[in-house]
């Protein structure tokens, strides 16, 4: 049974910074690419972050680019979402999820199998 499952959410002022984590299990993870996903409230999840398998490859949203930074272990098969001077507008709930098939970001969100419960980052003015 694959899980995902995240952490490290809370509330901070803008400015501040936050570490989130997302703790992979039932899944060969060193073979998947991970994505950090946010949803704001009555959209749809929007991508934030990728690494590929191997940790080499990255890539970014611009709103986050600079300020963000995705890392992996991949022998403790936890991904990691490093945030930096967070802004208001970046209060939303945060989701990891898991694909195979190289460091693409397909924008059908059905492409992606596996997907965390979420983590919410509230960032006060």
């Known amino acids: 049974q694959v899980q995902l499952v995240e952490s490290g959410g809370g509330l901070v002022q803008a400015g501040d910074s936050l570490r989130l984590s997302c703790k992979v299990s039932?899944?060969?993870?060193?073979?998947?690419?991970m994505y950090w996903f946010r949803q704001f409230p009555g959209n749809e999840r929007e991508f934030v972050a990728i690494i590929n398998y191997s940790g080499a490859v990255t890539n970014y949203a611009d709103s986050v680019k600079g300020r963000f930074t995705i890392s992996r272990d991949n022998f403790k098969e936890m991904v990691y979402l490093q945030m930096n001077d967070l802004k208001p507008e970046d209060t939303a709930v945060y989701y990891c999820a898991a694909r195979s098939g190289g460091a693409r970001v397909p924008t059908d969100l059905r492409e992606y199998p596996f997907w965390g419960t979420g983590t919410q980052v509230t960032v006060s003015s």
């Open positions: 039932g899944l060969r993870f060193s073979t998947y690419s």
